[in-house]
């Protein structure tokens, strides 16, 4: 916002700072050529131009610390992950500044919410600087060994998050959006399941079980076997719902891949039910919204509810939002318009 600054903008610089960032929040220039021309009258290699714009970039970082992150993020967890780390931020600093009673007081907080919601790095973080502190300066043999098993048993989990991810991009970026052969697909799939099974019945990690279960749906879709898959759903979307804090990205994803499923099994009413329940984990306006209200009016002409249909498709393409969709989109949405 435009008052980001406002505690910041220094006098003393002839107002060039606060003319530079008025300037971009107004989007009255597109590049570094127009504000160097615009505030020196020369090219943006001018060395006051740069010399300016570092300062602002620095005076932007050191601002982000001060804003309600919270207030950007769509979900709870979203919410719990900016303030987490901006705990950590505040940890760090004080450990560093010999304030340790305040600074291993907070960091156990973080630790015990880091812990909650499945924030498995910064477990590792927080317990790595517990198990050093009471090893040392705190001189706790029980202390540190908690904390030095607790620093193990989440960097194997660690561990396992990232070869869960690495396999599920891998076999994406190489295979699927290869457009290779369909029984290609599900060997690979398979084989990269296989390496994470154990690990997935083991731990109960939300990213773990996030990229790893995006893999194994992979296997049924691979061949069109929408039983499997919409079966294959249903374990994972009771697994996310157990979570003590709403997973809205991974009930999200696998509520439309349920949807999908029902249309292709011609479940029309269990269709029709996942689609209430996935609107319950959007936000109006977004990709993933238009998408799911795309479902609904091709699932209207399934069951030949044609009026809902046509509301539905009239909601979609009168949004606000509606002309910011990828053009792909929009081809879409135009076909069922046709009908």
Known sequence: SNSLLD????????????????????????????????????????????????????????AVLNLDLGQFAHTQRQKAQCQCYKDWAAVKILVSKNANVAGISLCKRLLKRAKKYDFTELVMETASLL?????????????????????????????????AEELYTELVIRYVKSKASQPEIYDKARQYYNRI??????????????????????????????????????????????????????????????????????QFAAGKNAI????????????????IKQLNVLLAFHIK???????????LVNHPRYLSLPEHFGETTRIYGAY
């Not at 008025?22 to 050529?33: F, M, P, Y």
């Not at 502190?133 to 990232?162: C, M, P, S, V």
């Not at 509810?305 to 909601?315: I, K, L, R, S």
């Open 131 to 163: 198990r050093v502190y009471y090893g040392t300066l705190g001189g706790d043999i029980q202390k540190f060994d908690h904390y030095n098993d607790l620093f193990k048993q989440y960097r194997a989990i660690w561990e396992q998050e990232n070869l």
């Open 276 to 291: 209430a329940r996935c609107l319950n984990y959007m936000e109006e306006g977004t990709y993933n919204w238009f998408s």
């Open 305 to 315: 509810d044609y009026q809902q249909a046509y509301e539905d498709f009239t909601h």
């Open 197 to 266: 099974a154990a690990a997935m019945s083991a731990y109960t990690s939300y990213r773990l079980h996030l990229s790893g279960n995006l893999l194994r749906m992979i296997i049924p879709t691979s061949v069109n076997n929408y039983q499997e898959a919409s079966q294959l759903c249903d374990e994972i979307i009771h697994f996310f719902e157990k979570k003590a804090y709403i997973a809205t990205i991974p009930l999200q994803i696998f509520w439309y891949q349920k949807i999908v499923c029902c249309i292709q099994l011609r």
């Open 7 to 62: 505690t910041t903008k220094p006098e003393s610089e002839g107002g060039k700072l606060s003319a530079l960032y008025d300037l971009i929040v107004s989007q009255t220039i597109q590049n570094d050529e127009e504000a160097a021309e615009l505030l020196y009258g020369e090219s943006k290699d001018n060395a006051g131009y740069k010399k300016l714009r570092g300062k602002l970039k620095n005076r932007l970082i050191d």
